[in-house]
T-cell receptor, first 118, second 117 residues
Framework: AQTVTQSQPEMSVQEAETVTLSCTYD???????LFWYKQPPSRQMILVIR??????QNATENRFSVNFQKAAKSFSLKISDSQLGDAAMYFC???????????????FGKGTHLIIQP | GAVVSQHPSWVICKSGTSVKIECRSL??????MFWYRQFPKQSLMLMAT?????????EQGVEKDKFLINHASLTLSTLTVTSAHPEDSSFYIC?????????????FGEGSRLTVL
């Protein structure tokens, strides 16, 4: 079974600084997606960034970027110029893809609580 | 964008009663929907996969007779918690994948908080 590990229960960063959240995963599959989701106090899950395993290029979305190391099974999230609105729980997630086009549900890590210090 | 709506967002019920939670994809067709459960300060745990027109697939340890899932149309899946007990109190979240589109992205509902007295 696939597992996702987030080793940082909580991280704190000063506003405008950069922070990196760690994530490792374990799988024997070659085709999958990796995601970072943000869950604010409202508990609505918000997609931050997505990475397809077959793509070597690291995904980037404005201030958010990932460092995807497929061989090491590592998928860290870097948040640049941190803003107060970035404060939330961040979940790393894995999703297996099947050759027929179907896919499993998401397997989530335990989450990292990100605190932004003003 | 793709919108998924859950209803109700908050429900309180007495022990022994059943509660139904709806998950609707408002502007797309969803052949597959997923149900998750989240306890306070914990992560989301996949409960079951719901495919339109077929029986749901439950994760190990999830009681299929307690958590009844129906996916009768391409835009609606329901989760019924039968004979609810206080230990079933939790936050339930659904997600849906868009039919015919391979992006891997899942779209989440707002979640439903169940409190069983």
């Amino acid at each position: 079974a696939q597992t996702v590990t987030q080793s940082q229960p909580e991280m704190s960063v000063q506003e405008a600084e950069t922070v990196t959240l760690s994530c490792t995963y374990d799988t024997s599959e070659s085709d999958y997606y990796l995601f970072w989701y943000k869950q604010p106090p409202s508990r609505q899950m918000i997609l931050v960034i997505r990475q397809e395993a077959y793509k070597q290029q690291n995904a980037t979305e404005n201030r958010f970027s990932v460092n995807f190391q497929k061989a090491a099974k590592s998928f860290s999230l870097k948040i640049s110029d941190s803003q107060l609105g970035d404060a939330a729980m961040y979940f790393c997630a894995y999703r297996r893809v099947y050759s027929g086009g179907g896919a499993d549900g998401l397997t989530f890590g335990k989450g990292t609580h990100l605190i932004i210090q003003p | 964008g793709a919108v998924v709506s859950q209803h109700p967002s908050w429900v309180i019920c007495k022990s022994g009663t059943s509660v139904k939670i709806e998950c609707r994809s408002l502007d797309f067709q969803a052949t597959t929907m997923f149900w998750y459960r989240q306890f306070p300060k914990q992560s989301l745990m996949l409960m079951a996969t719901s495919n339109e027109g077929s029986k749901a697939t439950y994760e190990q340890g999830v009681e299929k007779d307690k958590f009844l899932i129906n996916h009768a149309s391409l835009t609606l899946s329901t989760l019924t918690v039968t004979s609810a007990h206080p230990e079933d109190s939790s936050f339930y979240i659904c997600s849906a994948s868009r039919a015919g589109v391979r992006t891997g992205e899942l779209f989440f509902g707002e979640g439903s908080r169940l409190t069983v007295l």
